[in-house]
T-cell receptor
């Protein structure tokens, strides 16, 4: 099916473990993004990518690593998870150009215990 | 960092009435865009409407319209004829011209009462 999909939908992990959140889009959009959503903060940009092999930091990149070897995939890795990284993570994509909306995945709810 | 202010953490409106959700932003840019998103309790982010800073007319999309006042740096979302399904969080998000980094306000929770 066309669209943007995130996996897993829910994840519980332990402090100190590495965890990877997956994001896949079928539109060949150039731009992809990772946001986290916490109560009282709205959505905050973690990392984004303008194309395969081009990534850049957002507002809150510390503790996260991204890669984009293929246009359609943009995984987000927490190298050593901390409780402060408990959050809902959204992936988004955009084709670029004025007025084009950002399309979001359904989100991954991550709990670090 | 760009400052976005949504002054109303919570709003209540009666079904079938109109409601205005406020958004102001701090920018020195002349070229930018303004997005509004809806997030229902199910959690997905739904794109509602977009306004470009050089657009001569206020954007409209069905029951959604923007009251865009560039000099005041505000882009308030107007929802006409509210429906129960409009109950959700609403986020304002400005986009700097030439940038792809969409930055979100903290949102307004709208509750539509029957």
């Amino acid at each position: 099916d066309a669209g943007i999909t995130q996996s897993p939908r829910y994840k519980i992990t332990e402090t100190g473990r590495q965890v990877t959140l997956m994001c896949h889009q079928t539109w060949s959009h150039s731009y992809m993004f990772w946001y986290r959503q916490d109560l009282g903060h709205g959505l905050r940009l973690i990392y984004y990518s303008a194309a395969a092999d081009i990534t850049d930091k957002g507002e809150v990149p510390d503790g996260y690593v991204v890669s984009r070897s293929k246009t359609e995939n943009f995984p987000l890795t927490l190298e050593s998870a901390t409780r402060s990284q408990t959050s809902v993570y959204f992936c988004a994509s955009r084709s670029g150009g004025t007025g084009h909306g950002y399309t979001f995945g359904s989100g991954t709810r991550l709990t670090v215990v | 960092a760009q400052k976005i202010t949504q002054t109303q953490p919570g709003m209540f409106v009666q079904e079938k009435e109109a409601v205005t959700l406020d958004c102001t932003y701090d920018t020195s840019d002349q070229s930018y865009g303004l997005f509004w998103y809806k997030q229902p309790s199910s959690g997905e982010m739904i794109f509602l409407i977009y306004q470009g800073s050089y657009d001569e007319q206020n954007a409209t999309e069905g029951r959604y319209s923007l009251n865009f006042q560039k000099a005041r740096k505000s882009a308030n979302l107007v929802i006409s004829a509210s429906q129960l399904g409009d109950s959700a969080m609403y986020f304002c998000a400005p986009l700097k011209g030439g940038s792809e980094k969409l930055v979100f306000g903290k949102g307004t929770k709208l509750t539509v009462n029957p």
